[in-house]
């Protein structure tokens, strides 16, 4: 972890050998950070919590499947669930929300993928933004799913992310503009705005916001 403003750094070690922490994501009152790690041959994904500074290590629950660093791992803003997105042992997207006390499952989406940005994969505190695998029309609709009752919604317009969904940020789509852009637009497609442009290599699977 390092801090911007002075520089400092500070490094968390995986709890064996065998462990690899892949994706991590700041709890919204900074207290705390979440860490999705793969277990051996990738068998096994596990969500822990870190305490800060100091680093004390908290497993939440482990599940079968695998992480990868283009999973998804985020916060509800109240800070009382964690949503984390990884493989199933069939290679297809899976989404679980977590109790930050308990670690109970409170829900598990599959064949659905979480947004890679951990600061605008939320609308309000219970409802989490999903895309889902399978669908009809041109483009998967933006999904809004109530952890707590299950009721689902959709949240964009069929043209208001031109080539993908990284979050939502201020009611507006963050999302790559091709061919090698990231912008933003209203839910409605109105308004697309270019933020920046990236040479095209790499290609850009997570885009995160520090503020929303």
């Known amino acids: 972890m390092r801090t911007l403003a002075d520089g400092t750094e500070l490094r968390f070690d995986s709890v064996t050998d065998d462990a690899c922490d ?22 096994q994904v596990t969500v822990s919590i870190l305490d800060l500074p100091g680093g004390e290590r908290r497993r939440l629950w482990t599940g079968q499947g695998g992480a990868t660093p283009v999973g998804m791992l985020s916060w509800s803003p109240d800070g009382r669930f964690i949503a984390a997105g990884f493989e199933n042992d069939d290679e297809d997207p899976v989404t679980v929300i977590l109790d930050v006390e308990s670690g109970r ?30 669908f009809e029309g041109v483009r998967p609709p933006l999904l809004a799913i109530d952890v707590e009752s299950g009721v689902r919604r959709r949240v964009n317009d069929d043209v208001s992310a031109p080539g993908g969904v990284h979050g939502v940020v201020g009611g507006q789509i963050l999302g790559p503009f091709p061919p090698n852009g990231i912008g933003i637009t209203a839910l409605d497609g109105s308004g697309q705005q270019l933020l920046l442009t990236h040479p095209p290599l790499p290609t850009l699977h997570v885009v995160d916001v520090a503020d929303v």
């Open 22 to 43: 892949l994706l991590a994501a700041f709890a919204p009152n900074g207290a705390h950070l979440a860490v999705l790690s793969d277990g051996p041959e990738g068998e």
């Open 105 to 134: 499952e409170v829900a598990r989406y599959e064949l659905m993928e979480s947004l890679s940005a951990s600061q605008g994969a939320w609308l309000g505190d219970h409802e989490h933004l999903v895309v889902p695998l399978i």
